[in-house]
Nanobody, 126 residues
């Protein structure tokens, strides 16, 4: 019903910036929110940021707040993650996901997300 495709990952030096995009297709209007998660090698998947479709409510992990910004373009069915002041510890595969939940803390839990993209690699060199 919903398909997600991430893009924009790559290699960047510490302090640099990247913008990730997640193009969604299908019945995105049936969902409540989109989010970005990341998974570093050898670590568990962790929540990064989320945004609601019908409202502009945004949510961020403490580790990225002030550096990352999640946004959306409903007309394009696309969600973005602007990443500034990147650190080596931001290195991970970044995934976008879709959920029918709309409240915290459900939005921070990967088990609450029904659809996932394939992921895009972000590598930050020191």
């Amino acid at each position: 019903q919903v398909q997600l495709v991430e893009s924009g990952g790559g290699l960047v030096q510490a302090g640099g910036s990247l913008r990730l995009s997640c193009a969604a297709s299908g019945r995105t209007f049936s969902s409540s929110a989109m989010a970005w998660f990341r998974q570093a090698l050898g670590k568990e998947r962790e929540f990064v940021a989320a945004i609601r479709w019908s409202a502009s409510n945004t949510y961020y992990a403490d580790s990225v707040k002030g550096r990352f910004t999640i946004s959306r373009d409903n007309a394009k069915n696309t969600v973005y993650l602007q990443m500034n002041s990147l650190k080596p510890e931001d290195t991970a595969v970044y995934y976008c996901a879709n959920t029918f939940y709309s409240t915290w803390p459900a939005l921070s839990l990967d088990g609450r997300y029904r659809y996932w993209g394939q992921g895009t690699q972000v590598t930050v060199s020191s």
